[in-house]
Each structure stands twice: as structure tokens, then as C-alpha cells.
């Protein structure tokens, strides 16, 4: 939706459990219509996918993609991004670690890619100045990528889906754009882990190799294309939970002439407590939940320390208390991984990075670094029953109300 001129705001409908098209057709029918009717009814509103493997398969079917555009006509709604990130089951089911797989080492991932910039080419508003995007994994889960061979596979993976969307853009006059999305404890975490492979691989001589004996072009335009459908999904959540400031990333990108192409409008959980104060077991054990990983940076005057899930940072922290280890009074910070509604600022005991997700939003009105919102709490069914205060939709359309209204002032 356009509630805020100068940007489209959707939310992902990864909220809503479903792994087949059947049952994303029926969220698609269901939720979007009654989350407008709270904040703007009558008017055009934006629906942001998620597609697993199994429901792109289907929707590409001329039958189901035909009535999904014939919907979204009638309906006044309209696509201008694909959540392509999990691939498998993502809901009801241990997902942990095996949510970035396929990854792009693996020929699977660049092929389901494919398919979804088919579908989103078709589902496109015709405007020529709206460009879609597809969200994708950040290249791999940290740990098994064991060589440079595996940086350079997908490098080159990365790059011959950049191929393929450049032939979809002069087939159809419409741009799509692949959006890596840095994460906690994966191969692109930080926006320093982001620049160093854009320059060390994606726009190498080897790199861009790819595009010039992919389609016969030169070095120099090998590059143009390279950066215009090769970027970045920046997750304010994941940028907070890595304590990078959001200004500085909005810079170094720009610096480096890394588009952002999407920005998800998330938050995390942030813990501040002195060693020996409070208990981070009491507080934060609800949210150790078997489903997500939900990755834990630690910062203190003694650096920093990575945890690859929750409960192993709250193991650690329960032996430091058990056997006196570390020092006494030495003040840390903890932030989780875990996407909670944006309209808290507060939660039992601790707080949330929605200051930091302020910030972000700030600095887009300012910068206009991109123009493409997309609100994604998909925890919904995993967060502690304490914070379920209203149902699925409502909550929703208030997250929805809390980013416009942010844009707005």
C-alpha cells in the first residue's frame, strides 16, 4: 500500500502458516482484505508472498497463476516482492539451521529463484518505475561454508540468476531484483561481510566473468547489470541484533554502490543486566522455543560472543552463575534473534530494538535509499502467550499503523 508517499508498505505473509499453494491461496483470499479494511479500505494494498518450494511448482501453473492475477484486479492488490528465503517447511516443524537450505552452493536454490522472478515478473504492476524483488537466503549457513570453492560456487550461482533476470527484463520490460538478506551466524552477516564479497567475488574479474560469457556483454555493463539486480534485503532485526548502527549501514552500502532493494521492518529482543543481576534463564526461556534459531550477540567491554541459538547462550550464562566464572560487575548486552511485534518498546523484564528500527525508518525518509517496506513478525505463532493481546490480523494491521505513522511524522 501507499500509505506513505514515496514508499509501498506490505507485510510478508509468512505470518500465516502454509506450505502448499492451496493453502497460500487461502491466506492470500483470507487476511490482506480484512488487514486493509483497518487501515485503508477502498484503497490499492500491497501483498508481500512467502512461496516454499512446493507452492512456486503450483502457482506457476497457467490455471492458478491466471486466477491469482485475475484476483489481484479485482481485489485492488498487487505484489512487488517475493519472500524466497525458505524454500521448505517453514511453520509447525523444526526449521533451526535448515531454513537456508538449498543454499546457494546448491543449483536448487538458483532454479527455485528462477521460478519465483517468473511468477513475480507476471504479477508486477506494468509501472515502470516499480521494481520487484525476490528475498533470498545470505548465501549460507555460516558453517558450511568450509572453502573458497564454496564462495566462489555461489558467487557464481548468484550471478547466473543475476543472468537470468536480465533476460526475464528484456523479455518483459520488467525489473526483479534478487535481495540477499545478511543473518546472525551465516555466510553475509555484517555489512563488512556484505561489501567483502560484493568487491572480493560478485564484481571480480572472475565474478563478472560469469555475466560476460553468460550474455556476451562487456566488463562494464557486465557490472551495470550485476548491480542493479544483485543487492540487498536489509532486516532491521538482524542489523540490531549484530549492533550495527543503521545509519552507518545506509552509508557504507551507498559508499560501496550496494542497492538496498528491500527493507524489513522488524525487531529484536535486546537484554541489558550487570553479571549476578537479574536472570536471563527466567526471563528469556519462553522465547527458547523449538522451531526458529534464534541467534544471540553478546557485547560487554570484553568483546563480543556469538551464540548460534538461544538456549546455548542461556546454558552459558547459567554456568558463569553456577561456578562464579567471569568478572563480577562487568556490564554486558545481550540481543536475540527473535522478531517480535514492532509496536513494543517493552517487554516482561527487558526491552526491544524498536529504538534502533525508529532510527532505520528515519533515515529512509531522509536518504530514500529504498523505497520497498515490508513488515515481517513471523514468530506470531511461537511468541509467549503473554503477548498474543490480540488476534493474528489485528496485530497485523497495528504493526502495519506503527511503521506508517513512523514514516509520517
Same mark, same amino acid.
Given at each position: ?13 509468512? $505470518? ?101 522472478? !517468473? $511468477?513475480?515478473? !507476471? ?51 520488467? &525489473? ?14 555484517? &555489512? ?17 566473468? &560469469? ?15 550485476? !548491480? ?30 550496494? !542497492? $538496498?532493494?528491500?527493507?524489513? $521492518? ?99 525518509? *531522509?536518504? *530514500? ?41
Amino acid at each position: 500500500m501507499q500509505l506513505v508517499p514515496g514508499f509501498h508498505l506490505t507485510y510478508c505473509l509468512n $505470518i500465516h502458516p502454509g506450505e502448499t499453494w492451496p493453502e497460500v491461496w487461502e491466506n492470500i483470499k483470507s487476511y490482506p482484505a480484512a488487514v486493509r479494511n483497518q487501515l485503508c479500505p477502498g484503497r490499492p494494498f500491497a501483498i508481500g508472498p512467502r512461496l516454499s518450494g512446493q507452492a512456486a511448482d503450483s502457482l506457476a501453473r497457467p490455471e492458478n497463476l491466471e486466477a491469482l492475477q485475475e484476483f489481484l484486479r479485482t481485489e485492488g492488490a498487487y505484489v512487488f516482492t517475493i519472500n524466497g528465503f525458505p524454500y521448505g517447511v517453514f511453520h509447525r516443524a523444526r526449521v533451526k539451521e535448515n531454513v537456508y537450505l538449498p543454499d546457494w552452493r546448491d543449483r536448487v536454490r538458483m532454479e527455485y529463484t528462477n521460478r519465483l522472478a !517468473r $511468477i513475480l515478473a !507476471r504479477l508486477l504492476p506494468g509501472d515502470p518505475a516499480m521494481e520487484g524483488s525476490i528475498s533470498t537466503v545470505p548465501g549460507a549457513f555460516r558453517t558450511e561454508v568450509r572453502s573458497t570453492g564454496d564462495v566462489r560456487r555461489m558467487a557464481e550461482m548468484m550471478l547466473r540468476s543475476v543472468a537470468y533476470l536480465h533476460r526475464l527484463r528484456e523479455q518483459t520490460g520488467k &525489473t526483479i531484483t534478487l535481495a540477499l538478506e545478511p543473518e546472525p551466524c551465516c555466510f553475509l552477516e555484517t &555489512t563488512d561481510d556484505v561489501v567483502a564479497f560484493f568487491e572480493g567475488h560478485i564484481l571480480s574479474e572472475e565474478g563478472l566473468g &560469469t555475466l560476460v560469457r553468460e550474455l556476451g556483454l562487456t566488463r562494464g555493463q557486465a557490472e551495470r547489470v550485476a !548491480r542493479r539486480h544483485l543487492g540487498i534485503c536489509c532486516d532491521a532485526c538482524h542489523v540490531a541484533v549484530e549492533f550495527e548502527d543503521p545509519s552507518e549501514v545506509l552509508d557504507r552500502l551507498e559508499a560501496a554502490a550496494i !542497492r $538496498i532493494l528491500k527493507v524489513q $521492518i522488524s525487531s529484536a529482543l535486546r537484554l541489558r543486566f550487570r553479571e549476578g543481576d537479574g536472570s536471563p534463564e527466567r526471563t528469556l526461556r519462553p522465547f527458547a522455543e523449538e522451531t526458529y534459531l534464534h541467534q544471540v550477540v553478546e557485547t560487554s567491554e570484553r568483546g563480543v560472543v556469538r551464540y548460534q541459538d538461544l538456549p546455548q547462550a542461556l546454558s552459558r550464562e547459567a554456568d558463569f552463575r553456577t561456578h562464579g566464572a567471569g568478572s563480577p560487575g562487568i556490564r554486558k548486552e545481550w540481543r536475540v534473534h527473535f522478531h517480535v511485534p514492532v509496536f513494543l518498546s517493552r517487554m516482561s523484564g527487558f526491552d526491544t530494538t524498536q529504538d534502533d528500527l525508529a532510527a532505520l525508518l528515519l533515515r529512509l525518509k *531522509s536518504k *530514500s535509499a529504498c523505497p520497498y517496506l515490508e513488515v515481517e513478525t513471523y514468530t506470531w505463532d511461537v511468541l509467549p502467550a503473554r503477548y498474543k493481546t490480540l488476534d493474528t490480523t489485528d496485530a497485523i494491521a497495528r504493526e502495519l499503523a506503527w511503521a506508517r505513522d513512523r514514516l509520517l511524522q
